[in-house]
């Protein structure tokens, strides 16, 4: 998959800075993909992250981790996609 740039015009410095700490999930939104948060069941909360063709990472909430943490781990995960083609699934067992 090729990563294209944002074509967002008016950012303000704050956007800059979150589109720098979370650059890959951007990326892959920009490009067409797509970031879910929900819960899966009453006591797991999940993040995932999409492109058009497959899953590259599903994530479950640690206990006491912040959604920013969360955010954090989902932006990694994605760069691990990419590079590494390792997909993470928290999800499903194995």
Request: charged share 30%; hydrophobic share 40%.
């Amino acid at each position: 998959m090729t990563r294209k740039t944002s074509s967002r015009k008016s950012k303000t410095v704050a956007d800059e800075s979150l589109a720098a700490r979370w650059q890959h999930i951007e990326q892959l939104i920009d490009y067409g993909g797509d970031v879910t948060l929900g819960a899966v069941s009453r006591d797991i909360c999940a993040m995932t992250a999409s492109d058009q063709d497959q899953c590259l990472a599903m994530l479950q909430r640690r206990d006491g981790e912040t959604l920013v943490e969360m955010l954090d781990r989902l932006d990694a995960a994605i760069a691990s996609a990419w590079d590494d083609e390792e997909f993470i699934d928290e999800i499903n067992p194995p």
